[in-house]
């Protein structure tokens, strides 16, 4: 376990500072996702320290932890009551941390079937631009009291409020896991996982890469044997180390580097897209990974015409998140200002204009 | 910023004396005339939502027929500064859609079509009027459905379950309207159409779907929907569990929860609430139990026989009297009735009653239930409860009379009473049914004035002249302030004429 400490007061402190100078903050965990968005100018706030499970009952199926607790112990303590974090956060990192989960909003695998990052936070304590410390939300599965402003800072990447707790919904792990292979081109992919998912088996992640689909069945024992008599398909060994490299991008594809990394978002039928370089594809067809020379401008064009967006990983290519239309960024630069009046939270890390 | 500043045009807007043959003259011009209502008794249908309890006539009802015809209808009143307030099917329970006597109406009731379903993605696109449950129907021949199910959904729309984040019997599973929705087309206060979410998971930028989810109608008007359908499970099948002791049925909650299954649906009835709806549907409820509980779990045929037997298990393990399983389609219907009875059970034995909505942590629900028993006595009321024991919400039903004098007051204070419970348990004071005109001074109790001042701030990053639904789901710190006063004088108000709103 590493150190657990409330740091609450001196990080809210440190951000009425730097309000009331216009100093603008760059907010940093482990530094896991730092290759995320654009580079923050800014001096350094390091929620690191302020650490450690605050509130954890299994029968509850709610874990509340301070935004600075390592990801890793965070799974060890869940799995040690038979439960997880549903939406099988990457860690890109050994020292990733909770916060840094959040405000990056990053899902797994499982993210289609089990939901987001964002649809498992049920309240947050967070510190605004103006060093108020903040609570919404709460601990309770269903809350409809004010704004939700608890799942708007999932995917914010700290430039809406500083996290300091993080209220979960946390599920059990399922008593049985299976994954199944299939030789399938990626059409054929796409069709078969599309055909799949109207079936009422428990199906936990979806992945085709280089002429196979990998097929996730988790949930009750009696639930997988039967989808997996139904499907046929080779069981793969291990699979929990296969479905953790998809997670962490350790797969082979995305071990050579050469070319610039992007992830598109996509609703999950749509067809292969018409783009020079390679791909995977995770999310039952609804996030592919590709590597590509293809110019931003060009590849963002043939992703938006298929109903998505576009992402840089790893390469040179700015800006990193797809461009949005005028009038919602103007929307979402009045809601920034609203929570951080002098723009001094990670400016500039989504959006120059955020 | 400055929350005078925001409460004072807030209370500009509650205050304003539009000139209505003016603005009926200014709408005309851009509308067509029959989309316009003005007319008393086209005006009356309009005068209360599900709380009917709170009731005003609104200046002018718009009915438009194309998203066009909202813009026109939100041009118009930004120009002209005229509050609006927006309106699904009104079957509301917090009073989100009471009208305003200054200011405008917007009833998307004609938008009722399902304009696409696509199979291949599993998502429909609907407009804001179709009800709920259409949705499930328009689909149910692909072996698809759409999950959250208020009890209302045979009639209410789905634009108001997303201005309500709307859960139902089954969102422990499946989630509330929030986790089941993918992309929204909303017109903004200025009349300016806009896409929230996307045609993907997600969106880049701000998650402005979370946001727009459960605003109450204060953010923006919702003119289309798309949402997400899932595979129909194979079988559903239901345990009714008969306990003596309310304790009792309240450990059994989390204990089937901690057992690692996540039941479709958890629900919780104590005894006056299944005597009531005994009498009403005959269920074949035991009416000498303190409290059952009904534990639905579905999925494929093995999976809910693996999960009946350790629900079974568990049930007995903490004390059940009784565990009936349903043996067929048909038996589970009968243990749904009386639950699904509840509230025109009530009707049968109260002329009226004041259905609550907290949510607390699981662990709290056997404190929460014998406190609410406590503070009827004090009330002198009678109080039936039925709960989403799974998810924490409470839905107690305090009996009243409205034909006697004083009752509705105390009947509101009890309620209130029931919020703070609540929220001395951890909880919140509103789980589904929102805040509206009816908690809203509760809001006081549960937030302080720095994220109250927080929430107005991101309101008017969306409506900076306040039209929106205005004196709704988010009190201004002044009516706080008042409230706190009157609150320390035990609930008797100085000023008892005056109107809260």
């Not at chain 2, 035991?286 to 093995?302: F, K, M, N, Q, S």
């Amino acid at each position: 376990m590493t150190t657990s400490a409330d740091q609450s007061q001196q990080l809210s402190e440190r951000v009425t500072e730097a309000f009331a100078h216009a100093t603008p903050l760059h907010l940093r965990g482990s530094g896991s996702k730092d290759f995320l968005g654009e580079a923050v100018d800014g001096e350094t706030l390091d929620v690191t320290g302020h650490a450690g499970v605050v509130n954890y009952e299994p029968g509850e199926l709610v874990m509340t932890a301070r935004a600075g607790t390592p990801l890793a112990e965070l799974e060890n303590v869940l799995a040690d009551a038979h439960q997880m974090l549903a939406f099988e956060p990457p860690h890109f990192g050994a020292n990733a941390t909770l916060g840094g989960t959040i405000a990056t909003g990053l899902s797994g695998p499982a993210r289609p079937f089990a939901g987001a990052a964002r649809d498992f936070v049920l309240g947050c304590r967070i510190i605004n631009g103006q060093g108020q410390i903040l609570r919404f939300g709460g601990e309770v599965m269903k809350n409809v009291a004010g704004y939700d402003l608890s799942r708007l800072m999932a995917g914010a990447y700290g430039t809406l409020g500083v996290l300091l707790d993080v209220s979960l919904k946390v599920l059990p792990v399922a008593r049985t896991q299976i994954t199944r292979v299939f030789e399938h081109s990626a059409a054929q992919a796409l069709q078969q996982i599309s055909d799949w998912q109207r079936k009422p088996w428990p199906i936990t992640a979806a992945y085709w890469e280089d002429g196979k689909t990998y097929l996730r069945l988790a949930g009750a024992t009696s639930s997988v044997d039967s989808a997996c008599e139904k499907l046929g398909g080779e069981t793969l060994d291990d699979d929990t180390t296969f479905w953790r490299a998809v997670r962490e991008h350790e797969r082979p594809f995305f071990a050579s580097d050469d070319r610039p990394l992007w992830r598109v978002s996509l609703p999950p039928a749509a067809a292969m897209l018409d783009i020079d370089g390679d791909c995977v594809i995770d999310w039952g067809g609804a996030q592919r990974w590709v590597q590509t020379d293809m110019e931003a401008v060009a590849l963002r064009r043939v992703v938006k015409e298929a109903g998505g967006h576009a992402t840089v990983y790893r390469g040179d290519a700015q800006p990193r998140f797809h461009p949005i239309g005028e009038s919602i960024l103007a929307l979402q630069q009045r809601l920034k200002k609203s929570m951080d009046p002098a723009g001094i939270l990670n400016p500039g890390r989504i959006y120059p204009e955020l | 910023m400055a929350d005078t500043a925001i409460a004072d045009a807030a209370e500009q807007v509650l205050a304003s004396r539009p000139d209505k043959a003016q603005l009926i003259d200014k709408l005309v011009a851009k509308l067509p005339e029959h989309v316009v209502l003005h007319a008393e008794e086209d005006l009356r249908p309009f005068e209360c939502d599900g709380l009917s309890a709170y009731r005003k006539l609104p200046m002018i009802v718009v009915l438009p027929e194309t998203i066009e015809q909202v813009q026109i209808a939100m041009q118009v009143c930004y120009a002209n500064d005229v509050a609006v307030v927006a309106r699904g099917a009104g079957t509301g329970l917090s009073g989100g859609a009471l009208p305003m006597e200054n200011g405008v109406l917007l009833s998307l009731a004609k938008f009722k079509q399902i304009l696409d379903i696509d199979t291949a993605n599993r998502r429909a696109t609907v407009q804001p009027g179709v009800r709920n449950l259409a949705i499930s129907e328009a689909v149910s021949d692909l072996g698809l459905y759409y999950a959250p199910d208020p009890s209302s959904q045979i009639a209410c729309s789905i634009g108001g379950n997303v201005a309500e984040n709307s859960g139902g019997v089954h969102c422990l599973k499946y989630g509330l309207t929030t986790h089941n929705i993918i992309e929204l087309e909303i017109v903004t206060v200025e009349g300016e159409r806009m896409t929230i979410g996307s045609e993907a998971l997600d969106t880049p930028g701000y998650d402005l779907l979370a946001l727009m989810t459960g605003s109450e109608g204060l953010l923006g008007v919702i003119v289309q929907v798309v949402v997400k359908l899932l595979p129909k499970p194979e079988r559903a099948q239901v345990v009714l569990a008969a306990f003596d002791d309310v304790r009792k049925a309240g450990d059994a909650v989390a204990a089937i929860i901690q057992a690692g299954i996540v039941p479709a649906g958890l629900e919780m009835l104590d005894n006056p609430a299944i005597v009531a709806t005994e009498e009403f549907v005959h269920a074949d409820y035991p009416t000498d139990a303190a409290a059952i509980l009904l534990c639905e779990v579905d999925g494929t045929h093995a999976e809910v026989d693996e999960h009946i037997a350790d629900v079974r298990e568990v049930v007995e393990r903490e004390g059940a009297t009784e565990v009936r399983v349903s043996r067929d389609d048909a038996e589970r219907a009968i243990f749904w009735a009386g639950r699904k009875a509840a509230f025109p059970a009530m009707g049968r034995i109260s002329p009226d009653y004041y259905c609550m909505d907290g949510t607390i942590p699981r662990k709290a629900l056997a404190d929460v239930l014998i406190g609410i028993g406590e503070l009827s006595k004090k009330y002198g009321q009678r109080v039936a409860n039925v709960f989403h024991a799974g998810d924490g919400n409470l839905h107690p039903l305090i009996l009243y009379d409205a034909n006697i004098e004083g009752e509705l007051e105390r009947t509101e204070e009890f309620g209130g009473a029931i919020c703070e419970l609540c929220l001395e348990h951890g909880g919140t004071i509103t789980g589904e049914h929102g805040v509206g005109v009816e908690k809203i001074d509760q809001m006081c109790v549960q937030f302080p004035p720095d994220e109250l001042t927080q929430f107005h701030a991101v309101k008017q990053a969306f409506d900076s002249k306040g039209l929106l639904n205005p004196g709704k789901a988010v009190p201004t710190l002044h009516r706080c302030a008042e409230f706190g006063a009157m609150h320390v004088h035990n609930g008797e108000l100085p000023f008892p004429e005056l109107e809260r709103l």
